[in-house]
Each structure stands twice: as C-alpha cells, then as structure tokens.
C-alpha cells in the first residue's frame, strides 16, 4: 500500500491547468459542478467517469454536447456503483494500472436509490471512487424530499404548511452507514472548504479499493439563495455544525474539525429560501439534533 | 489554453459522421454559454495577489491563469458572482452587461 504521508499535496498552485467538466450546462453557482471539476482535477485525464440519472449527468450530456473531457457514460439510477465495479474490473483485466474509476451520484442516487449497488460494490472491494455529492434533495426532477434532506427543508414532496414544518425527518447518517462496511477510507468533505476536499480526493485516488467521499454541495435553485453565496453557505453549514468534516480510515474515525463554538444555526438557515418558514421551536429542534450528534462524535471518534 | 473551444455543429450527412456511441467526443462543445449571463467579472489586477481562490471556486473552470494574472474565458462564464464573493481582496466587481 502506498504510504499516505508521500502523496504530493495537490492545490490550487499545482493542480493541472486542463479542464475535464466545462461548458457544461449546470445552473449558475453550482455547488455540485465544483465539487465534480475540482475531484475531475486530481484525478487527472486517466479517469472512467460513471453518473447517474441526476444534475450532473443531466447537464453534461447534453446531445450532442459532451462536457466531460474523461472517459464517461451514463449509467441506470440504481446501477452506478455496480456499472462502476464493471468498469474497474475490465480495466483491470486490460492491465491498465494508471487509471481510476470514479461515480459521480446526487444524494439521492447515493442514500436512497442507488445504496444496494454501493454496498454491494464497498462489500467487494472494487477499485472504486464513489463521490456523493449531497444537495439536501432530487433537484434534477425539481426538489423532492431525498433520504438526506435535514429537518425542516421546504420541498416539493414535504410542502411546508400548517401541519408540517417541511421535512420532518432528519438527515440520514450516510457517512457512518458506509464506514460500518469497514471501508479502506471514507471521508466528508464540503466545497465551502476546498483544500479539505481536494485533500481527501487525492488521499482517495491513491488507495486501491473502494473509497467513498459524501461532499456537501450547495444548490442555489433548489435552496433559495442568490447564486454568488454558494460556497458561503457550504462553509456556513460547517461553521454552525450541521455538516461535520471527518474521515474513516483503517477502523479509525477521526474528526478533522472540531470547533469550540459553533457560529448560529439561525444565521445559517434565515439564507436560505427552503428554511425561512421555520419558526423558534423546528430551529431548536435542528439545534438538539445537531447537539445529540456532537456529543456521540466527540465521545467516541476523539 | 487547456480548455476546449466552441465547435460549430454540422448535421451529419453520411452514416460515418454520426458518433460510434450515444455521445460525441469528450469536450465537444457546440455552444457557448455566454448568453447566460447578466454581470460580468472585472479583475482589479492592483489588487488581486493571485491567491487563486476563485480559480479554485468557479463552478464552470472559466478563470485561466494567465502568466501570473487572472483572466476568464468569457465563452463559458454564466456570472455567478462566485470568484467576486469569495475574492479575499475584493479584486474582482461584476459589472453589468
């Protein structure tokens, strides 16, 4: 196994000058877009792409417009991770030893829909990048309530209203239900802090087996928020403690991020268009929740 | 310049110039994004120090880093707003269409 400590650091200083996501038609201030191209940047030319029925394929794959300067093909919802498996182990049987596959899949294509492909593949241990890009709903269909959609969220399927307030189940915990396959590495990541992200990519792309990476991606259309803050509230939902940075390596977890305080949770949730209903006690709700976790995390991964 | 151009679309006429698979090549780009866009970016080139943040933040790749100074393929900029938001020094101000 490669020793982890000699990968050379990839930044924005040395990362390749070629882009392998571009043109492509995501709407303005894309959270997902980032976290597809600047993966796509470390991973280098040499990469099998494989996307699901969502955004990304959706607005790369325009016919006949191909935004993707990778080897890369649409597979079924529930299918990426088993197509991917396929492709890691024909490129395996080609000899081919410098390239990588890689999934890119939507939360909903990651936690609901394609989740038996993805365990199937982590169970064999396939060499397999699978990267969840996590918008908090299906925004490619027009925002419907997925399996990561935190409490309170306004969407299509869970209108907010006199009865509910929004979603009235909280997010799953996509990243410990991936780390009790006994992963090689599994880490989160969020694009409001990219260094972490590219970190965690390049860490990834030198392990041999399956790694899986839940990036926390921000969606203007489907959240409410001017395009320009998009990473702003990617970073802001860290600093409040609603998405926590860790990794999952060797049996280990550990919390890269662990700030004494945390900044407002109200701050974070009044920017947004899917939140604004929400009154004092559904906040103090997201806030207990949030609180209950820390403290499992703190006692157990530090 | 390592990104891929606008190529002009041509219908095909003949059996060989239709796509092996259900995608022409990768990067084949027969439209610009341009029309998107409302504001542009203006780099204030005193005042950036190259720290690279909005290259590494623009959803679309169009920030070029070009001999030590921040340009944008203008092809493909949808004016986010991103790279002015993020922008540590405020070098760079949208600017109206």
């Known amino acids: 196994m490669t020793n982890l400590v000699d990968i050379p650091k990839v930044n924005a200083k040395n990362m390749t000058e070629k882009e392998f996501f571009y043109g492509h038609k995501a709407c303005a201030g894309c959270g997902g877009s980032i976290a597809v191209r600047l993966a796509l940047k470390v991973l280098g030319e040499r990469t099998y792409t494989a996307l699901p029925a969502g955004c990304m394929s959706a607005v790369g794959f325009i016919y006949p417009q191909m935004a993707f300067n990778t080897n890369a093909i649409i597979t079924t919802f529930p299918g990426s991770a088993s197509m991917a498996s396929g492709i890691a182990v024909g490129a395996k049987a080609l000899g081919q030893k410098d390239v990588k596959t890689v999934v890119f899949a939507g939360d909903g294509g990651t936690a609901d829909i394609g989740f038996q492909a993805l365990s199937g593949m982590i169970d064999r241990n396939d060499d397999v990048l699978y990267i969840c890009y996590d918008n908090e709903a299906y925004m490619n269909t027009g925002i419907q309530k997925s ?55 390049n860490k990834a792309k030198h392990i041999k087996g399956a ?33 926590f940075l860790a990794e999952f390596e060797d049996g280990e ?50 | 310049m390592d990104r891929p151009k606008k190529t002009e ?60 100074k921040i340009t944008f393929d203008m092809d493909y900029c949808k004016g986010c707003g991103v790279c002015a938001h993020e922008c540590p020094k405020d070098a760079i101000e949208m600017v109206k269409e």
Not at chain 1, 189 to 200: C, M, R, T
Not at chain 1, 215 to 242: F, H, M, N, Q, R
């Open chain 1, 147 to 201: 399996g990561l959609t935190p409490y309170g969220t306004k969407t299509t399927t869970t209108p907010a209203g006199d009865n509910i307030p929004g979603t009235i189940t909280h997010k799953k915990n996509l990243f410990e239900i991936i780390a009790a396959h006994d992963i090689a590495y599994a880490a989160t990541a969020s694009i409001g802090y990219p260094q972490d992200f590219l970190n965690k990519v």
């Open chain 1, 211 to 243: 790694t899986f990476i839940h990036v926390y991606a921000s969606c203007p259309t489907g959240w409410g928020t001017p395009t320009e803050t998009s990473v702003e509230i990617a970073k802001d939902a860290v600093d409040c403690g609603l998405i």
């Open chain 2, 9 to 68: 679309f041509k219908f095909p006429t003949h059996i060989d110039e239709y796509p092996t698979g259900p995608q022409y090549a990768a990067g084949y780009l027969p439209e610009t994004n341009a029309g998107w866009r409302s504001v542009r970016p203006v780099v204030d080139h005193d005042a950036c120090v190259y720290c690279l943040r909005c290259y590494l933040l623009c959803p679309d790749g169009t920030v070029v880093k070009d001999n030590g």
């Open chain 1, 253 to 302: 977890y550990k919390l890269n991020r662990n700030p004494k305080q945390f900044a407002p949770v109200q701050d974070y949730l009044k920017k947004q268009g899917r939140f604004k209903h929400m009154s004092d006690a559904d906040m103090q709700c997201v806030i207990d929740n949030r609180d209950k976790k820390w403290s499992r995390m703190r006692k157990h991964w530090l």
